[in-house]
């Protein structure tokens, strides 16, 4: 078989959003698991829908996802005199025609069918004219001579063998009246000049592949294979969309979501492996992808299982890169100052590895590292303690940590102290380490105060401890 090629053509209308970023990570899979290629290229062929910047953030986001593509980018409003050379071969050989009829006509065409209920399509007027080269002045658009009867078979490398009644299909237009090439023409001209091996896209597409055939079919040329991929759908199973949640890639990248963990979630959504494993690396996905195993139902986009696989992928990062990645968020939230020890922001970060779902949660979650928290004094008492019993603990706990020797000021060292503090006054383990906590980090929920201690230092702990006490008179 002749060397794999797949390509990712997105049409620059807007940001890379979660669809596109699936459709080009199965491309990639695929074309790096048989040693293929992998290309991109730039619809932009309908002029009116294009967005700028759109092909930047496009090519950034495939970056960041590390989804690298092979060769410069084709961009199809480079390649207008090829789209232009076939649509001529297409009118010479009879398989297309040139139409004149107005916008005014076609509006009138489609109001007609509409009250009367019909499928709306072109109704053939201009399709017995032979007339190659546009009448100067007149405004003119090619279409293709679709056959009015019959059956077009096409096969799909994950639906199988679908059959389109040609009856229902449109006499698509090829050449818009601006000279620029339908999205029909130009991907199947592309598609096979750039010797593309296996077309995967969205289901969205299922409609043109027949229209594709038979322009394959009217060109002699050999089609690709083709995979539709399955809807994604929201857990309400309504289509996905702008309006029912965040679709641009940009916005998990912002809510610091991993490259990784977000590639291994897009890539369970409509693929599976047919085993119990959840948590892929890119080179395992390379190795164990298959159409086969696409489904061929909508594919239900679920954040909860997203937070729990870049929670699994958080947990997993060397805490130095972790660090990294954390410092820009801690940054743009006002927690760090200039002088504040990159060591410190690294033990502060260790502690929250283990609970972290996104880097975003960082911030709210270790301000008091960084900041004295405001109190609550009501929340310091454990259960039905009293304030002045929680007072006592408090100021007890005073004196231990500033009696303490620098050496001990360790998870272990406290912890021995305090537990032994706590025997000899008999008190239980709430009524103690529940006020010490609150006092350190003014939180209902942190890290255990051994860990805290440590990374606050003697000086800022006694100094909260003692605020703490103060608060409870
Ligand atoms: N330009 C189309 C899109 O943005 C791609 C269709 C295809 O892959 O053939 O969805």
């Keep these: 078989m002749a060397n794999v090629r797949t390509r990712f053509s997105p049409s620059p209308t807007g940001k890379l ?41 496009i090519i950034q986001n495939l970056r960041w996802a590390g989804l690298a593509f092979d060769h410069e980018p084709v961009t199809q409003s480079e390649r207008l005199p090829l789209y232009r050379r076939y649509a001529e071969q297409l009118l010479a050989s009879g398989h297309a025609y040139r139409c004149t009829c107005t916008a005014e006509r076609l509006e009138s065409l489609r109001r007609d069918q509409e009250a009367k209920k019909l499928p709306m399509r072109y109704d053939g007027r ?33 639906r199988g ?42 289901e969205e597409w299922l409609p043109s592949m027949p229209k594709h055939i038979l322009l394959y079919q009217a060109l002699d040329w050999t089609p690709p294979a083709f995979a539709h991929l399955p809807l994604l759908l929201n857990p309400d199973r309504s289509k996905l969309s702008k309006r029912t949640g965040d679709v641009a890639v940009d916005e998990y990248r912002e809510a610091g979501y991993l490259p990784d963990a977000l590639l291994n979630f897009v890539a369970l959504l409509g ?31 679920n954040r909860e299982k997203l937070d729990w696989i870049n929670g699994m992928y958080l947990r997993h990062l060397p805490t130095d890169q972790l660090v990294a990645l954390a410092y820009p968020v801690l ?43 405001v109190l609550d004094p009501a929340m310091l008492p454990w259960r039905s303690q009293t304030a002045a019993d929680c007072k006592t603990v408090l100021m007890a706990l005073t004196g231990l940590l500033e009696g303490l020797p620098d050496d001990r000021l360790t998870a272990d060292g406290l912890q021995t102290a305090v537990k032994s503090m706590m025997e000899e006054r008999k008190w239980g383990n709430g009524e103690t380490l529940w006020p010490l906590r609150v006092a350190l980090s003014g939180r209902r929920a942190s890290p255990g105060p051994f860990e805290i201690l440590p990374v606050l230092g003697k000086t800022t702990s006694v100094a909260r401890l003692k605020r703490a006490a103060n608060a409870l008179s």
């Design 17 to 57: 959003h979660i669809g596109g970023l699936r459709t080009a990570l199965y491309n990639f899979l695929y074309a790096r698991q048989q040693q293929g290629e992998f290309l991109l290229r730039i619809e932009d062929t309908d002029q009116a829908r294009l967005v700028p910047g759109a092909v930047e953030n």
């Design 126 to 158: 201009c399709r017995g004219r032979t007339d190659t080269a546009p009448a100067s002045g007149e405004p003119s658009v090619i279409r293709f001579s679709m056959p009015q009867v019959g059956t077009i078979a096409c096969d799909d490398l994950i």
């Design 161 to 202: 063998r679908i059959l389109f009644n040609a009856a229902t299909l449109d006499d698509q237009i090829l050449m818009k009246t601006d000279g620029f090439p339908t999205y029909h023409l130009a991907s199947v001209v592309d598609d096979h000049e750039m010797k593309i091996t296996h077309v995967v896209r969205g």
């Design 271 to 301: 693929w599976n492996p047919g085993t119990e494993q959840e948590v892929f690396s890119l080179q395992e996905l390379i190795e164990k992808f298959s159409f086969g195993r696409v489904n061929k139902s909508g594919a239900v986009f």
């Design 331 to 373: 940054q743009t939230a006002g927690l760090l100052k200039p002088s504040t020890p990159r060591d410190f922001v690294q033990r502060v970060i260790a502690l929250e590895q283990s609970r972290l779902k996104r880097l975003d949660e960082l911030p709210p979650l270790v301000q008091y590292f960084f900041d004295d928290p």
